[in-house]
């Protein structure tokens, strides 16, 4: 393992266990270096990449691998230790192959080119793209389980068969338009989440991240989704909600300008009269004041 990266073991044993996951952070303020993994013989392992593309090495054999794709590798064909050059995070996920094939064995017809024969014999890695929304959540699933004890392995089995499914097989084409439908419809669903969940909290400070997990998806998914529904950003949503409210606090001639500042959120009263004057077009003082 480099300096500059950081292996956490996030389920099962590389060495023992059917199924195990790790995820590989490149450590803070540092370029990331090539990090060197050892990976199990017997297995079929699943590389992906985070925030951007990755470089994988074994021997002569060397693959780039975009962000949004995943790199699936028989360590028959690939045996011992591997070299991971990212650019920036990436998981690596792992099962035995004769596990995995057992898995696969009723669907083989439609597993995508090429991964049928890796699982199944002695195929090269194979480099699959796959970028669906459903991607970041996915990820997500493997980094914060929303279980502990006992639950976790079977939280991971299901993150690792949700892996599985938006990269082995062959869409249909009349799944399209059904898919594509679903994922609008549960963004829509996360959005509504995060508004309620941020209107019933405005006096407390912002955490996207908080957010993200409690909606049940990446914070880069839940940005970009919430942008897309809404046309603000959640900052500006944010704002807007807590300036509002200000405003029906102020008129109603119970409050002073810092006790509203406070109640919406604001530890700073020159922050708050800013922001509120960017969204009403005056000062707090002459609107309690009106």
């Known amino acids: ?26 450590q803070e303020g540092q370029a990331p270096d090539p990090t060197l993994l050892d990976l199990p013989e017997g297995s ?32 028959r064909t690939s045996p011992g230790a591997v070299t991971i050059t990212p650019q920036s995070d990436f ?6 192959q004769t596990a995995l094939a057992t898995l696969f064995e009723p669907f ?3 597993l995508v080119p090429g991964l049928r024969e890796l699982v199944f014999g002695l195929a090269g890695p194979l480099r699959i793209a796959s970028r669906t929304e459903a991607w970041d959540q996915v990820i997500a699933g493997f980094r914060n389980p929303v279980v502990s004890g006992p639950a976790r392995a079977f939280w991971y089995e299901s993150q690792f068969k949700a892996l599985l499914a938006l990269v082995s097989f062959n869409p249909a084409p009349e799944e399209g338009e059904f898919f594509c439908s679903r994922q609008k419809r549960l963004a829509r669903v996360r959005v509504a989440r995060a508004k309620s969940k941020l209107e019933a909290r405005l006096d407390e400070a912002f955490d ?3 957010l993200a997990a409690e909606v049940g998806c990446s914070a880069s998914y839940l940005s970009r989704t919430f942008s897309a529904t809404t046309g603000m950003t959640l900052s500006q949503f944010l704002r807007k909600r807590r300036i509002e409210k200000a405003a029906e ?3 109603t001639g119970r409050y002073n300008v810092s006790e509203v500042a406070v109640e919406v959120g604001y530890n700073s009263l020159s922050h708050f009269s800013k922001a509120f004057q960017q969204v009403k077009g005056c000062l707090p003082s002459k ?3 009106a």
């Not at 500059?4 to 060495?15: M, V």
């Not at 998981?91 to 035995?96: E, F, P």
Request: glycine residues 6%; proline residues 5%; aromatic residues 6%.
């Open 1 to 26: 393992m480099s300096s500059s990266s950081r292996i956490q073991p996030l389920f099962g044993d590389r060495r023992h266990s059917v199924l195990w996951a790790v995820d590989v952070r490149a």
């Open 44 to 75: 079929v392992v699943y590389i992906v990449p985070v925030h951007a593309p990755l470089t994988w090495e074994s021997g002569k054999d060397r693959q780039s691998v975009e962000q949004g794709s995943v790199l699936v590798v028989n360590t």
């Open 91 to 96: 998981l690596v996920v792992g099962m035995r």
């Open 108 to 110: 083989r017809p439609g």
């Open 208 to 210: 996207l991240h908080r």
């Open 249 to 251: 606090m102020l008129v």
């Open 287 to 289: 609107y309690e004041a």
